[in-house]
C-alpha cells in the first residue's frame, strides 16, 4: 500500500467530510446561548478528524501518516461524546443520535482498517 497522493482518494476522508457537513447543519438547530460551548465544540471535534487524515497524508512517512490517523480516531472518539451529550440534553433526538452514531462507527472501522494496513507496512521502518 502507498500512501495516496491526494487525500481526496481516500473514501474515509469522504466519508468524514460528510459527516463534518451534517453536523454543521444538526448544530445550527442548537440553542445560541451553545454557540461558543458545545457547538463549536462539537465543530472542532467533528472538523478534526477529516483534517487530520489530510495533513497525514501529505506527510513524508507512513509513520507520521499513522501518527495523524491516531488523533483523527482520538478526535472521533471525542465527537461521539459530544454526540451522546446533545441527545442526553435534548438538543439532538434519538434517530438522529442513531444516525449519526452509525455514522462515527462506520468512520471508526475505516480509520483503525486504514491504520492497519499502514502498520504492516511500517515494521522494519
Partial sequence: MQIPNTFSDLK?????????????????????????????????SASAIPANIVEGNKRKSKKEFMHFLDIADASLEETKYHILLSRDIG??????????????????RMINGLMASTKKLCKGI
Avoid at 20 to 38: A, M, N, Q, S, W
Avoid at 91 to 108: D, Q
Fill in 12 to 44: 474515509v476522508w469522504h466519508k468524514s467530510h460528510s459527516f463534518v457537513l451534517d453536523i454543521y447543519c444538526i448544530t445550527k438547530k442548537f440553542p445560541l446561548d451553545e454557540r461558543f460551548g458545545l457547538t463549536s465544540q462539537l465543530r472542532r
Fill in 91 to 108: 438538543y439532538i433526538n434519538s434517530e438522529e443520535y442513531e444516525r449519526l452514531s452509525g455514522k462515527t462507527n462506520e468512520i471508526g
